[in-house]
């Protein structure tokens, strides 16, 4: 089986993840301060104070922004594996196993890989790719050792810490590989569906309405992929699941795929800042134009 790309580093902006936003927020104020605007010096005290107050408030709402970001950015960084666990069988005889996880190469996530078989039935080999979107990517191989069709099941699970929603689910299903072994010509797999991503354990959004017979020995399916797609908030668990898809006997078939879940980003954080931005820009154009002087007083 051909190894995955190990899941790319989580980066985190420095400025985010290093200094705290009330201190780059009074930094940016004494800073602005110290610059004083055109014609600062002409103000009356009335005209500085509104100034003043002007900057207070893009200031805060600016801290306000960079508070939201950094939360988001530090909780997307985890030194500590999740939990998985790992469900496969057939019809009548499932087992669900703890899967260990350990720091990918490089950091920024975490792997698994490992087989597993039940004698006269199938084997089974994986790997698993995890970051902390939360994001699970994998694949898995299976082969039907007996003599006869089967139908198969297996999930994967991740445990997550909750997430907030509304939330955006995207993954993909595929390519596909259907082989059968050298002596036999065709290999069939059938399933409806075959992928379904999966949030405290009940299904968001399926792939894969599959039926496909080799020919010339192997087969492939396309890739299918889906992003966006709205979910509700996440308690404890994703996950995904192939559910009864069944494989003729001595054929093998593997399966790439990527479940990824993330809270829908609320637009406190731009708004605070266009509003705080926006106020400071239509006042500072009054108080550059000033009062007008009327012809009397000229």
Known sequence: MSRLPWPSEKIVPASLSTQNPLTIGLRLRESLRRRSPPGYGAMSDA???????????AVTALVLSLGLLADRAEAGVSTVPPSMSLTFGIPGDTHTIPVSLTTSPGGGGFVAEGTQSVASSFSLSYQFNVIADPSVTGSFTLTNISDHTQAFFIKVTLGVSPIAGPTSVSGFDGPVLVTAPIGTPEATLTASPLYQAQIDGVTVESLGNINVTTTGGSATVPAEVFSNHPGPAVSSSIGVAFQG??????????????????????????VLLALGLAICLMRWGKLRVGPRRTAREL
């Not at 005209?47 to 408030?57: D, F, N």
């Open 47 to 57: 005209q500085r104070g509104t100034y003043q107050r002007i900057l207070l408030g």
């Open 245 to 270: 898809f069944t494989l003729t006997a001595l054929d093998t078939v593997q399966v790439p795929f990527q479940a990824t879940v993330v809270s829908v980003p609320e637009p406190a954080s731009a």
